[in-house]
């Protein structure tokens, strides 16, 4: 499964996604629309332990590489946030 | 030490300039006599306890290709470059390939390979008669020679078939195979008139080695008989271009063997680091608390723990040295005391003969220390049986990455793991050899390689005096080769002076400096100020971040981008020594120093130096990258706002497992109590007035 970090690259958008996919470095912060984050899977202990580095975050803060893509989440809406 | 820089050189064509002399216009097929060691050795030789090693290294030559061919291009000379690179990254001296003909294959039942790739190792200097190290040195240089050649035909060879093609390794004493033909036809060496061989370029001895296989290479013509072996050309003779110039064997004899080729005797030396350390207050740390270790079982998350295994030994390469690395291990030695010995009386003549042996064998740097009860691990990981300090002494050595290849990398992609692992591979080497050579002469001995360790190593690089600590952290950076290197040490209670300390201006260097924590992958380089960790000031990268990188990154193999960015990390030239020593005695100049070596752009990739084949090994087969390839230069400007968003953890004893915690229990990383120990963590100088009397080391 391909994680939304990669798709936002694909799309030659601005997101560094730093260290690829390692839920480390929060350089691939996005806002999730409020209708759709009920519909992500929860965060892991990770994903919010990293989160605590983002620059900007919100309620609706979510690290693009631990979202995975899937059929469910076709139409999906993020807003990338604020990244070095 | 170069006149000239090589960074327009590819790394295939070598260090020397071969593509300069004549050919002869078909293959011949002629042979000729190896060079011999000019003299007897000593009862005392190192040469005694070389052929373990042999012994050991000869199994791995020959196996099973993996099951399927990697996509590597089928151009038969981008393959012979490639494997000319690899074989010159692991410092052979000269590189041909050629056709095996029927007549060349000495036994009957061979495994009839159509291809070679020959690769020439030069001898090491010898001390004079009477200098340090002579008795254990002198006449050894073929068993030393030959113990690299192994090495090589061992790597080379499993690199070939870990891509799914047939190949085996040869070398002198160990193959079906006459390698003198094979060094003919490829053009490294030619017969001279007494029928003894000789290459060009090299003035003292040599050994050969060779990989059979039946991944097509572009072969080599041979060596014009009547052509000139080191041409009289004033470009080749200076190294313009980048080539090593014929002067630096006028360079290494003026140094004695022992000193080794960097004049470390010129840095400064301090009775204590010129970072504070509270031996009183260090605690021992099991092994199960090492981040590499914790991710082995579990306690950095399954991904971890599934990766750790494999991360190191993801590219074919690295994967042809592993068993090397793995199976060394056994031979590293014991803790036992042994009898007294009346000899050896002298301790500065026996860390001076030590060094001499460290450089002959390969070392970049050699240092001795006190081998002090808190360098030890307190438990082992897999049982958890206590550890007691066992030795005296300890020898640190260094072994260099390498300038050229890191130059060509982004420090995280496919090659990355395998520059760690030649120099792990290559310590492991070289001190087992050399605790092999102190139990032989009486004294207990053991090496602690990557593989198998029972001592920390960087308390022991720091008071060897071999390196200061830096900004990355965990890793500690020497004058000459800044971070770039992979420590091995072996402990033993062969009595040697001891070493002390350096001062090189590195804290205050570091202190202005932040390059490394910037182009941190996983920004887990502080971009703060130093802090107390178990004893030691240090600047505490967040290992938990570091560790689940390398292992976990699906991009690259491992990582060691904070080496490539330092401003220490230089090219072995004229004008970068310069540029080293300003750093080092003009501390007005650092702050000049770190803004232009971002404005020079060092620290982007070198296409020149970029030989590797972008390759992963999946279920034993090696694919191209699935997830792709980390592609990074240099991030400038973004300090204020990475230092900003970092979040550092950091883990003292009290959050690491306990010991007698065994591999096989998961102990979960707290990191938010390793988040909060950051933020209380006690600054240097508050230490320094708590503990009374250890005055802060001024910027040298």
Redesign the interface.
């Known amino acids: 499964m391909i994680s939304t970090d990669v798709l936002i690259k694909a799309a030659d958008l601005p997101i560094p996604a730093?260290?690829?996919?390692?839920?480390?470095?929060?350089t691939c912060h996005v806002y999730v629309e409020p209708d759709w984050l009920e519909r992500l899977p929860g965060i892991e202990?990770?994903e919010s332990?990293t989160l605590?580095?983002?620059?900007a975050a919100r309620d609706n803060s979510r690290l693009a590489c631990q979202i995975r893509m899937t059929v469910a989440l076709d139409g999906l809406r993020l807003r990338l946030a604020p990244v070095? | 030490m170069r006149l000239y820089s090589n960074r327009e050189r590819p790394f295939h064509l070598g260090p020397l300039a071969l593509e300069r002399l004549r050919r002869a216009s078909t293959p011949i097929a002629t042979t000729g006599e190896l060079p011999q060691d000019d003299h007897l050795a000593s009862v005392e030789a190192i040469s005694q306890v070389i052929p373990e090693y042999i012994s050991l290294f000869s199994r791995y030559l020959a196996a099973s290709p993996a099951v399927a061919e990697a996509p590597v291009p089928a151009d038969p000379t981008v393959r012979a470059n490639n494997l000319k690179a690899h074989a010159y990254f692991l410092d052979a001296a000269l590189v041909g390939c050629c056709q095996i003909q029927p007549d060349d294959w000495t036994t009957v039942d061979n495994p009839a390979h159509r291809y070679a790739c020959v690769f020439v190792v030069e001898f090491a200097r010898e001390p004079q008669p009477g200098d340090p190290g002579d008795r254990w040195i002198r006449g050894c240089n073929v068993a030393r020679t030959d113990l690299r050649c192994a090495e090589l035909a061992v790597v080379l060879s499993g690199y070939v078939r870990a891509m799914g093609f047939e190949a085996q390794g040869h070398f002198c004493g160990n193959t079906q195979l006459d390698l003198g033909r094979l060094a003919v036809r490829s053009g490294v060496a030619r017969p001279g008139e007494a029928g003894q061989l000789e290459a060009p370029y090299l003035r003292r001895g040599f050994r050969i080695g060779v990989i059979s296989t039946n991944y097509e290479l572009q072969t080599d013509l041979p060596l014009a008989q009547d052509g000139s072996l080191e041409p009289d050309d004033p470009d080749v003779e200076q190294g313009v271009g980048g080539t090593l110039p014929a002067s630096r064997y006028e360079v290494e004899e003026s140094r004695p063997v022992h000193l080794g080729r960097y004049p470390m005797e010129t840095i400064k030396r301090v009775d204590e680091p010129t970072t504070l350390i509270i031996r009183e207050e260090i605690q021992r740390v099991p092994k199960r608390g090492d981040f590499f270790t914790r991710a082995a079982a579990g306690d950095l998350g399954e991904a971890a723990k599934r990766e750790r295994f494999r991360f190191a030994m993801k590219h074919p390469y690295a994967l042809g040295m592993q068993p090397l690395i793995q199976n060394m291990v056994p031979l590293q030695g014991t803790r036992d005391k042994f009898p007294p010995v009346a000899a050896h009386q002298d301790e500065r003549a026996n860390a001076e003969a030590i060094k001499a042996l460290g450089y002959f064998l390969g070392a970049d740097f050699v240092g001795v220390c006190r081998a002090e009860p808190w360098m030890y691990y307190s438990h082992d990981h897999l049982d958890g049986h206590s550890i007691d300090a066992y030795h005296d002494y300890a020898v640190v050595m260094l072994i260099d990455q390498g300038f050229e290849t890191m130059d060509g990398a982004s420090g995280d992609d496919w090659i990355s793991a395998s520059q760690s692992m030649r120099a792990y591979m290559r310590g492991a080497e070289i001190a087992g050899v050399m605790a092999a050579h102190c139990r032989r002469l009486g004294y207990s001995a053991r090496a602690h390689s990557n593989a198998h360790s029972e001592v920390i190593h960087n308390p022991a690089i720091l008071m060897a005096g071999l390196a200061e600590v830096s900004r990355i952290g965990d890793t500690l950076l020497n004058p000459f080769i800044g971070p770039r290197s992979k420590s091995v040490v072996f402990t033993t209670d062969f009595p040697m002076e001891i070493d002390k300390p350096i001062d090189f201006g590195l804290q205050d260097f570091c202190s202005q400096c932040l390059k490394c924590a910037r182009e941190c992958p996983c920004n887990a380089i502080t971009f703060g100020p130093k802090v107390m960790f178990n004893g030691y000031e240090i600047w505490k990268a967040d290992v938990e971040k570091c560790t689940k990188y390398r292992v976990t990154q699906t991009k690259g193999s491992a990582c060691g981008r904070c080496m490539k960015m330092c401003p220490w990390n230089r090219e072995d030239t004229v004008q970068a020594r310069e540029l080293m020593l300003r750093s080092v005695h003009s501390p007005a100049s650092r702050a000049a120093i770190i803004r232009a070596d971002d404005e020079e752009g060092n620290g982007t990739r070198n296409p020149v130096k970029r030989w590797w084949f972008d390759l992963e090994m999946v279920e034993g087969v090696a694919v191209k990258p699935k997830a792709g390839t980390n592609e990074r230069d240099l991030n400038l400007g973004r300090e204020q706002k990475l230092a900003a968003m970092q979040k550092l953890a950091l883990f003292p004893p009290q959050l690491q497992p306990k010991g007698g915690t065994t591999v096989s229990q998961t102990v979960p990383v707290d990191r938010l109590a390793g988040m909060k120990l950051y933020t209380e963590a006690e600054s240097p100088a508050a230490a320094r007035e708590r503990v009374g009397g250890a005055a802060e080391v001024k910027p040298g």
């Open positions: 730093e260290c690829g996919g390692c839920c480390l470095c929060a202990q990770d332990n605590l580095e983002a620059i070095p």
